[in-house]
Every structure is written in structure tokens, then in C-alpha cells.
């Protein structure tokens, strides 16, 4: 269902760029455009992942994942306020959740997601987060109180903290900077699929 690299992107380009290179599981978080054009890149990045047999994940957008026909949305907990849990469902998507600490994951549960993510595990220079760092004890603990769900570690992850993350009971790393900003993005993509 998840696979273990689980890169985050912020535009359907780098959709384009890394499914070809081999990644089967991508998220797509864009942030701050007009609706005409996240339905273009929502459109196109689930063409790109149908036509490489990967899975989209929309990050937030839920009406326009139902309208588009994606496998997967991810909702943040400002975001699960607001969201129709039951037409989700009802379109056939898969749900994934953010929590942060024991009262979101408690929320996150409610909806019976088909993941769960936690994080920061590490510092993240991506986005301010008013959480500390969870680090690696906390997924073992997140592990057992999701049970048989599957786990997802986002921030800060690099290679070497991913395979530390999946040792601790994460059963996927989701990684954005070390990727999306290192020098040889494909390269890096590469690497890490082979983890």
C-alpha cells in the first residue's frame, strides 16, 4: 500500500521528474495558488503517476483529489476540521493524517485513516513548527498506539535519519528538502529508493 520513500513535492513538475525516476508513492503540497491552477497540477501529476503506475497523494485538497480521481489525500489536522471524512471515503480515496502530539493523533484516529504521519522528527527548516522535535523514541510509542496502521516519519529526514526512523518502527520516511533541494535531485531519488 505505502512504500517506504515517500516524497513530499510542492509542484507537478517534480511530480514529472521523480515517478519516471522511480518513486511510487509522492505527495503533491502545493500551497498559495488559485484553484485553476491546482486542478492543472493535481490533473497532471495523476496523469504522470497513472501512466507510471504510482500513487498520488494530494496534500489538503480533498474536493479536487475526489474530482480528479486520486488514490490517496493527506489531510493536516487544521484541515480534518473542515473536511467531509464521509465523501472521501465515499470516492473511494485512501486517507492519511498528520499528528504531533497525543491529542491530534487521538483526533487523527477517529477518522480511521489508512496512515498515519508524525513529525518533526528532526528540526525542519522547510516550514515553522511549534512542536519540538519528536525524535526516534516517539515512533516506537506512535507505532504501538496506531497498531497495525502504517507509520509515516516526516522532518528533517535524510538518508542515514530515515534508516534510523525505519529501525525505530516507521514503516515509510516522507522526505522533502533532501531531496527537492539537494544538487542532484534524481540522483538523491535514486539513493534513497535503493534504501
Excluded at 542515514?160 to 531531496?179: I, M, N, P, Q
Aim: net charge neutral; aromatic share 6%.
Amino acid at each position: 500500500m505505502i512504500e517506504k520513500f515517500y516524497p513530499v513535492v510542492p509542484n507537478a513538475d517534480w511530480v514529472a521528474r521523480l515517478v519516471p525516476a522511480g518513486a511510487r508513492f509522492i505527495q503533491l503540497r502545493i500551497k498559495d495558488q488559485p484553484d485553476s491552477e491546482l486542478r492543472r497540477q493535481v490533473r497532471e501529476a495523476q496523469a504522470v503517476c497513472a501512466a507510471h503506475g504510482a500513487q498520488l497523494i494530494v496534500n489538503d485538497y480533498w474536493r479536487i483529489a475526489i474530482d480528479e480521481k486520486c488514490p490517496w489525500v493527506h489531510l493536516g489536522q487544521e484541515d480534518l476540521v473542515d473536511a467531509d471524512v464521509k465523501a472521501i471515503r465515499r470516492a473511494g480515496l485512501l486517507l492519511g493524517v498528520s499528528t504531533h502530539d497525543h491529542a491530534e493523533l487521538d483526533k487523527g484516529l477517529t477518522v480511521d485513516p489508512d496512515y498515519v504521519a508524525l513529525g518533526p522528527i528532526w528540526p525542519t527548516l522547510l516550514k515553522k513548527m511549534p512542536w519540538a522535535p519528536q525524535g526516534l523514541d516517539r515512533i516506537g510509542e506512535w507505532k504501538r498506539l496506531v497498531g497495525k496502521k502504517p507509520l509515516v516519519a516526516i522532518g528533517g529526514l535524510t538518508l542515514e535519519r530515515a534508516k534510523l526512523c525505519l529501525a525505530a518502527g516507521a514503516d515509510s520516511a516522507a522526505v522533502v528538502g533532501d531531496v527537492v533541494n539537494h544538487a542532484d535531485p534524481i540522483g538523491q531519488t535514486k539513493a534513497w529508493l535503493q534504501l
